[in-house]
Every structure is written in C-alpha cells, then in structure tokens.
C-alpha cells in the first residue's frame, strides 16, 4: 500500500473516502502496491475554462472537469454534476465511484465523470445552454460513444444532454446520440431512465430487507435529498407500501411519525419547488432527519453525510445509499459495529447507470426497447447484482460495501491483468 493511493489518516472528503474503500478492497484482494497506484489513479483528467457570456453581456469564467478514472473495462461511463462545490477532487472521488459501479452491474464500461463548478439555480436556462455547449466543446477530443459517454448528475438534467448531444453531433456533422444517456425520449432517450435510478434503490432495499424476511410494506422510510433520485424514491416506496415519515431537500424537510401523504407532497413539492412548507408534516432539519427512529434511511443528496458524528445517533436498521459516497469511511465502520446494514451506492444507486447502458444499446443498435423490457431487465440486473455481493458478503465476512467492492475492482484489476502492461 503506497501513501499515495490510501492516506493512513482518514480524510472526510469524498476522495479520502473513495480511497479508504478502495485499500480495504485491495487489502482483501492481495493486491500489491504498484496495481494499487493504477486503480487509486485517475487514467485522464482535462481541465477547462469556460467563459460565459451572460444574459446581461458581461463576461463571467467557469471551470470545467472531466475524469476518466478508468477505461480498462470499456468507454468511461458517468455524469456530469453542476455545483458550486464541485472541486478536482470531488470529481475525482465520483469518477471512481462509477468504475466500481459499472463493475458491480457488469456493465462493459470504465468509470468518469464531469463536473462544472457553478451554481445552475443562479442562472438562466439560456446561460446554462451556453456553458454546456463551451463545456462539451473544450472536452470533445475525450469523449463519445466508443470513448466516454456522459449522463445527469446533480444540477444537470434530460436537456443538458440534449445540449450535449447537439453539440457534438453539429460539431462531427452527423446526429450521435450514443454521445450522452438520459436524454429526453423525443432524440434519442430510454423509457424509464429518468426514474431508473430510483428503481434500483427500491429493488435492493426490498432485497436488502428480504434477507431479514422483512417486507417493504412493514418498514418506515426516511429520505434525505428530494432531487431526481430521492423523489422518485419516495413515491416507489410509498407505492410498495412502505411508511415514507420524513423527507427533506435543500431548503429543510418535513416529518410525519404515521406517515406522509406521498402524493401530496409531490403535487406540493411541484407546485413550490421544495419540500418544505408541506401542511401534512412538521418541520425537520437535515440533520436530524438522519437520526429518525427508522426502519430504513436513505441518504439520496450528496457526499458525505454521515460521518463520524452523524453515524452514531443512526437509529435506522437499514441505509440504503442512493447518492454517491454519503458515508464516510469512519462512518462505515461506525454503522458496521452497530450491525447496521449498509446496502452501498456502487450498488443501491446503479440503476440509473445501468439504464444509461440500455439507452447506449439501443442507440447504437437504433432500436428501442418497450418500457416492460428494460424495467424487467433493470430489475433482474439489479437482483443479479444484489445476490452476488449478498453471497460475496456472506462467503467472506463482508459487509455488503466490503463485498462490492472486492468484486468491482477485481473485475477492474482483472481487465488490467488479462490485457496486461503496453508496452
Ligand atoms: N450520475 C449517475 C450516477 O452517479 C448516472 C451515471 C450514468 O448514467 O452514467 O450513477
């Protein structure tokens, strides 16, 4: 283990965490130092400048990231996130996180991902167009179907990657849908994409509680984060009969102990734009949302979440991770000696990947699937998913996160082996 690729010293960003999993799976795997250095390691990196011309004609400059983190098992696959907060680093923890994610749901793909720091809520739809086409122009030479295929993330959507889309296509003079997944149905998306993500952390949750001969419709639910993955959560959770008591977004949250009236508040929420204010419920604060006396809590925002001060007032049995690294690796082992089951996001959350997958396909074949096939499909992979890290877990004495990710990065480390060192 070399310091470089695994800080002794756990650090609480999203990269220390993504690199403190990363030494346990390879401590477990007996991997030696130097194929270490290779999977903690970013393959690419470009950095770009983006200059937008703002409404008002002012001139404001951007900072743009894309990270192949690794592109052994395929193109790289991953979103692209719009946030203030996004920084290299970030982006650098997120590109991992989808290598792994890719290899778990035996997608034929590596791992990358984007990022702009902006803060999309404080600009017009017409700006953030202009930043998007400067964007996808500067990293062109990166990406594409055969190289690295983009997807939403926080803070972009449907029409994001249309920009995308459009953009690279006009600039090769031919329409390239296969360039960018999560696109809107009318050029070139899936059916059930935009939901997909969600899907995929009902399935392994009702998984997760099945091996306890737990039902969904017994269990009460907490959501934190009512974005594209935590509102869809919610209803398909209320659908499968489970008690949703608290929800929360950016702004606050709201709990009600015998339940919330789910569609109520997602007419509310589409109404207001946010949770908070819901008459159906009393207010909550993010924090303690977390601390809820739950049956399952699914952190659905972003990095970080539940860390070492947060990870001990859990009282939930279950965290099912529909973001990308909202446990910290102290927090990890905090929620393990408390017998608390993990279900992690390289597996809760794949399904929106694994839909990007079939929209990729069906771009590529230009061929499109009904919505009953690619739900079974996503439901059967996700399953197929969740009984090989299950029995990975149970076979070694793993935690479920241990276990997914000794099986993501040996598939990566074994794509590496078999195509061996060039030159
Ligand atoms: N941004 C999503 C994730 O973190 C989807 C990535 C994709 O579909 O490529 O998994």
Same mark, same amino acid.
């Given at each position: ?11 609480p ?22 194929l ?21 004609g ?46 778990v ?12 720091t902006?803060d999309?809520?404080?600009y ?8 998007t ?16 295929i983009?997807a939403?993330?926080i ?5 994001t ?25 009318a ?11 969600s899907?995929?952390v009902?399935? @392994? /949750? $009702? +998984?997760?509680?099945?091996? %306890?001969?737990?039902a969904?419709?017994e =269990? ?6 009512? *974005? ?54 009393d ?9 809820l ?34 446990? @910290? /690796? $102290? +927090?990890?082992?905090?929620? %393990?000696?408390?017998?608390?089951v993990? =279900?992690?996001d390289?597996?809760?959350?794949? *399904? ?11 771009a590529?074949q ?13 439901e ?44």
């Amino acid at each position: 283990m070399t310091e470089s690729a695994a800080p002794l010293v756990e650090s609480p960003s999203p990269l220390g965490t993504a690199r403190a999993q990363l030494a346990k799976a390879v401590d477990v795997l007996g991997y030696d130092g130097g194929l270490h250095e290779m999977l903690a390691t970013p393959r690419r990196e470009i950095t770009v400048s983006i200059p937008l011309r703002r409404d008002d004609g002012t001139i404001e400059l951007f900072t743009g990231y894309r990270v192949q983190h690794n592109i052994s098992r395929g193109p790289g696959k991953g979103g692209l996130r719009y946030a203030a907060s996004v920084d290299p680093d970030e982006v650098r923890a997120l590109a991992m996180l989808m290598t792994w994610k890719c290899a778990v749901v035996e997608l034929p793909y590596g791992g990358a991902k984007g990022g702009v720091t902006i803060d999309p809520r404080r600009y017009s739809k017409a700006e953030l167009e202009r930043v998007t086409r400067r964007y996808t122009s500067e990293i062109m030479p990166m990406i594409g179907p055969e190289r690295d295929i983009m997807a939403p993330d926080i803070g972009t959507d449907e029409q994001t990657m249309a920009w995308v889309m459009d953009t690279f296509s006009v600039n090769r003079g031919y329409t390239i849908p296969a360039v960018a997944t999560g696109k809107p149905l009318a050029v070139g998306g899936s059916l059930g994409r935009l939901t997909a993500t969600s899907r995929g952390v009902v399935h @392994t /949750a $009702r +998984a997760a509680l099945a091996s %306890a001969g737990v039902a969904l419709s017994e =269990v009460r639910v907490a959501v934190q984060g009512f *974005g594209k993955v935590g509102s869809h959560a919610t209803r398909f959770f209320a659908e499968a009969g489970a008690t949703v008591v608290a929800v929360s977004d950016q702004y606050g949250g709201v709990q009600a102990s015998d339940g919330l009236d789910v569609p109520a508040l997602l007419a509310h929420v589409a109404a207001t734009g946010s949770v908070v204010g819901f008459a159906g419920g009393d207010p909550i604060d993010n924090t303690t949302l977390l601390a809820l006396d739950v049956d399952v809590l699914v952190p659905a925002a972003v990095e970080g979440v539940l860390d070492a001060e947060t990870a001990g007032s859990v009282k939930a049995a279950w965290v099912v991770e529909a973001a990308n690294g909202p446990t @910290t /690796a $102290r +927090a990890d082992a905090i929620l %393990a000696d408390r017998g608390i089951v993990v =279900v992690p996001d390289i597996l809760a959350n794949a *399904g929106g990947v694994v839909v990007s997958y079939f929209e990729w396909v069906q771009a590529n074949q230009a061929y499109w699937w009904t919505e009953r096939e690619i739900e079974e499909r996503l439901e059967h992979r996700m399953l197929e998913a969740y009984a090989a890290v299950a029995e990975a877990a149970r076979t070694h004495g793993l935690t479920l996160r241990d276990a997914a990710m000794m099986i993501g990065v040996r598939r990566v480390a074994e794509a590496h082996q078999i195509r061996g060192l060039y030159p």
